[in-house]
C-alpha cells in the first residue's frame, strides 16, 4: 500500500545581515570574481548534464486522499442522481397509472349509477298498480269501517229516539182519538160519563185544566202497563 505523498518545502537561504552596512560593498567584488573563476572553469570542461532522479510509476499514479474522496463524492453523486431519476419515473408512472384507474372506475361507477336508476325506475313502475290496488283495499276497508260506524248509529238512533218518539206520539194519538170518542158519545146521548165535568165532555181536551190532569193520569196508566209489561218479560 502506496503511503501518503509529503511534500518537503523548499529551503528558502536566509541572507545574513551584517552587522556593519558600510562593508557590503566589500564583500560583492570578491564574490564576483570568484564566480567568474568558476565559470571559466565549467567552460573549459567537458559538458555534462545533470543526473535525472528517478521516480516510481505508483508513485506517480499515487492519488492524493482529497482527490480520492472528490471523486468518490462524484461517483455516489451519480449515482444517487441515476436512482432519484428512476425513482421519479417510476413514481409519475405508478402516478398515470392511478389516474387512469379513477378515470376508468369513475367511469364504470357513473355507469352503474345509471342502471341502477333505470333498475329502480322500472321498479317503482311494476310496483305502482300493486301500490294503487293496495291504496284502493285501505281505502276501501276505511269504508266499509265508516258504512259500519254510520250504521251503528242509526241503529241506535232508531232503537233509541225514533222507537221512543213513536212511543210518545202512540199514547198521544190514543188519548186524543178517547177525548174526541168521549165528546162523540157525549154529543150523540147527551149522557154524562163518569169521572168527567160537563166541560170536559164538551170542550177540547188541552184546552183546560181538567183535560191536561186526564191526559196526565192517562199517561201515568201507560206507563204503568209498560211497568208491568217489562216485568213480566224479565
Known sequence: MLKKSVRV?????????????????????????KADEILAVVSKGPRVS???SYIPED????????????????EQHSDFKLEIIKTLN???????KVEYLQGEYKKKYDS?????KVVK???????????????????????????????EARNHIYDVEVKALEAECTEDGFIRGFMKGVRAVHCKTGAEIEGLTP???????FSDSGGEELESELQ????????????EIL
Not at 518545502?9 to 564574490?31: F, I, T, W
Not at 499514479?61 to 480520492?68: E, K, L, V
Not at 321498479?123 to 285501505?138: D, G, N, R, T, Y
Not at 276505511?142 to 259500519?148: S, W
Open 9 to 33: 518545502p523548499e529551503v528558502v537561504p536566509q541572507k545574513s545581515h551584517s552587522k556593519r552596512p558600510g562593508s557590503e560593498e566589500g564583500l560583492q567584488a570578491p564574490r564576483k570574481i
Open 50 to 52: 545533470p543526473p535525472k
Open 59 to 74: 508513485v506517480l499514479n499515487h492519488q492524493c486522499i482529497g482527490r480520492r474522496q472528490t471523486e468518490e463524492l462524484l
Open 90 to 96: 417510476d413514481w409519475n408512472n405508478e402516478f398515470v
Open 112 to 116: 352503474k349509477v345509471k342502471e341502477m
Open 121 to 151: 325506475d322500472q321498479l317503482e313502475a311494476q310496483q305502482l298498480p300493486s301500490i294503487v290496488i293496495e291504496e284502493f283495499k285501505k281505502s276501501y276497508a276505511f269504508k266499509i269501517i265508516i258504512e259500519d260506524h254510520i250504521q
Open 199 to 205: 166541560s170536559q165532555a164538551s170542550g177540547d181536551t
Open 220 to 231: 201515568q196508566a201507560f206507563a204503568l202497563e209498560e211497568d208491568e209489561g217489562d216485568i
